[in-house]
């Protein structure tokens, strides 16, 4: 679930950013101040334990798919909310790097979904308070697995307010959420079983290791396999269902538009508002060219967009689109991509030549 | 084994790091920053733009080819992944279903061309990042970072994460492997096995914690990472990153597609 650079905005992404860049400012400050001169190769391990059991998968009985460890929680048991935040932040960020998984842009999105609200929601309001102080097999799995529920849930919500805020998806947040929460309810699950799962096996092995760290901090699981498999899944049945479904809406927003005078509210506002009002502009002067429309210097607009828009009904009365002003954007496209590559080619020969 | 690919995989990115180049002798942080303008610049559009984002693959490609990187290899890594982009775009299409305009005879809906356009994005954001990161490599990252004012901590995380990957994903190989082996050929494992497998991972993970602190300490180590700094932003640096965001400018403002498309039209009407 993690959220890449192509579907938010930059309002969105940099917001993200300056919230998540806050937290690690923050939470380094913490750590600095405990002054902990061990955890700092012990953090930077640890980092690398998460990335290594991340590689390790495991099947889920019943379901043909598989699981493995997200690790926020394991962190925040093992290493206290500040540090495992930091740590969560530099794991994403080395896959954000090296795997592009995620991107740049989405980065501080990924660190706050992950990292926020598992190390300070989850585990200090849940798992703390549940399991905290004791050491009752029971008591961990129900901390654990209820962290891992809610530190998934908010990390799901939160990726289905960064998408429909930043309107790239069409997924209205209704049914966005309807897919995302559901999914993540049972990875949450799954997360929380590994993660107690985890805790318990080495309460038994090595129990001094937590009694050591138990009293600062404790652990979580998440999986990654199952998600993309459960989302690949959730997909396919949505867009099963979305196919069927999305011809009702249509209507709704038509007759919406209709009544109210308003379009859909989320995401699409500027574009239908202005899409509209040429709809309006088109109906009273049916001799309206485009052509002329698409060389007005004021209106930035791309190829195809000012015929866009045409809501349902006015399909029907609208059909007089100039193909030559919608090609001509594919066409430009298709010769500057050209253009690049002929450059990328010309580069690199002068490059062997020199 | 995914995971002896991974880690093939994540070393040659740090080979490709270290080759030379006159973009790898660049300072980090503008490389760093023209990519962000770049990001930034792809993602401001409106959704429905499509043809206005070709001009932008000139910047990834210009790194792969000047800074000789392998173009298949990128590829290959942007196609690999992030099905998160293309899984919730595959939406878009169904959803938005009006017709935006007409090619030939079958019409295009916004949900194609908004589709279109999240995969756009995502093949320049992600080739950009990819191709930022192989002509720089973690070390001079975290350089830039650390100069740029980013915490401290933080930044030598990522030096002691990016040191120990190797590490501990090598180790993490080894004990799946020894289990494949004695599994008789059975590929996937229990719940319960992994537990015990992660388990005992975690635990010489912390073992060897101790181990490194030991050693640092061994070595004067006073809790302070000392971080090499080299180069600077020098006449270099400000060449590329004031031409590219002129360049990023023109293309952000100016649709050079449409321009170019509707051009050649009317050239050859």
């Known amino acids: 679930m993690h959220m890449a650079d192509a579907l938010i905005s930059p309002a969105v992404g940099g917001t993200m950013w300056v919230i998540s860049g806050g937290l690690i400012a923050f939470s380094a400050k913490k750590v600095r101040e405990e002054a902990d001169d061990r955890k700092i190769p012990l953090m930077g391990v640890l980092g690398a334990f998460i990335f290594a059991a991340q590689m390790l998968n495991f099947s889920i009985p019943g379901t043909g798919s598989s699981g493995h460890l997200g690790g926020g929680m394991i962190l925040a048991i093992l290493l206290g909310p500040w540090s495992a935040f930091l740590v969560m932040a530099s794991v994403l960020a080395v896959q954000a790097l090296f795997f592009a998984d995620g991107g740049l842009l989405a980065l501080g999105c990924n660190i706050f979904n992950l990292g926020f609200f598992t190390c300070f929601l989850a585990y200090p309001f849940i798992y703390k308070q549940i399991a905290g102080n004791s050491a009752g097999k029971k008591r961990i799995l129900l901390g654990a697995t209820l962290a891992g529920i809610l530190g998934l849930q908010f990390g799901a919500f939160g990726v289905v307010l960064e998408t429909v805020f930043s309107g790239i998806s069409e997924l209205p947040f209704r049914t966005f959420i309807l897919m995302m929460q559901p999914i993540h309810l049972g990875i949450g699950v799954v997360e929380g079983l590994v993660t107690s799962s985890v805790v318990m096996f080495v309460m038994k092995v090595r129990p001094e290791i937590l009694t050591a760290v138990v009293e600062k901090a404790p652990i979580g699981v998440s999986i990654k396999k199952t998600a993309l498999s459960l989302a690949a899944a959730a997909v396919f049945t949505g867009a099963a269902l979305s196919w069927f479904a999305s011809a009702d809406p249509d209507g709704l927003e038509w007759a919406m538009l209709r009544t109210s005078g308003k379009e859909k509210l989320e995401s699409n506002g500027k574009v239908h508002g202005f899409l509209a009002s040429l709809q309006e502009k088109t109906a009273f002067l049916p001799d309206y060219g485009f052509k002329k429309s698409i060389a007005e210097p004021g209106v930035a607009i791309k190829e195809g967009e000012q015929e866009g828009g045409a809501g349902p009904g006015a399909e029907a009365t609208w059909p007089a689109v100039d193909p030559g002003t919608s090609t001509a954007g594919l066409v430009g496209g298709f010769i500057t991509l050209l253009a690049v590559a002929v450059t990328g080619f010309a580069l690199k020969r002068r490059k062997i030549a020199a | ?40 610049a792809v993602v401001s559009f409106d959704k429905y733009v499509v043809s206005a984002l070709a001009p932008f693959f000139l910047y990834p490609v210009f790194l792969v080819v000047v800074g000789g990187l392998p173009s298949g290899y990128i590829a290959r890594k942007v196609l690999l992944v992030a099905p998160f982009a293309v899984l919730v775009g595959v939406f878009n299409p169904f959803l938005d279903r009006q017709v935006l305009f007409h090619l030939g005879a079958a019409g295009v809906t916004g949900g194609w061309v908004s589709f279109a356009s999240i995969l756009a994005r995502f093949a320049l954001t992600v080739s950009a990042a990819l191709a930022l990161f192989s002509i720089t490599g973690i070390n001079s990252l975290c350089e830039a970072l650390a100069r740029s004012g980013v915490p401290r901590p933080f930044v030598v995380q990522l030096l002691f994460l990016n040191r120990y990957l190797f590490v501990l994903t090598g180790e993490a190989e080894r004990i799946s492997r020894a289990r494949a082996l004695r599994s008789c050929g059975g590929t996937k494992m229990g719940l319960r096995v992994f537990t015990q497998i992660v388990g005992h991972l975690l635990l010489r993970t912390l073992d060897r914690a101790e181990r490194v602190y030991r050693a640092m300490r061994c070595r004067g180590f006073d809790g302070h990472i000392r971080i090499v700094k080299s180069s600077g932003i020098g006449r270099p640096e400000i060449v590329f990153m004031l031409g590219w965001a002129v360049l990023f400018a023109i293309f952000r403002f100016v649709n050079v597609s449409l321009v170019l498309g509707e051009a050649v039209e009317g050239f050859i009407r």
């Open chain 2, 1 to 40: 084994m995914t995971i002896g690919r991974n880690l093939v995989d994540i070393g040659y990115m740090d080979t490709l790091a270290s080759g030379d180049s006159p973009l790898h002798r660049l300072d980090a942080r503008a490389k760093i920053f023209t990519t962000f303008l770049l990001i930034i």
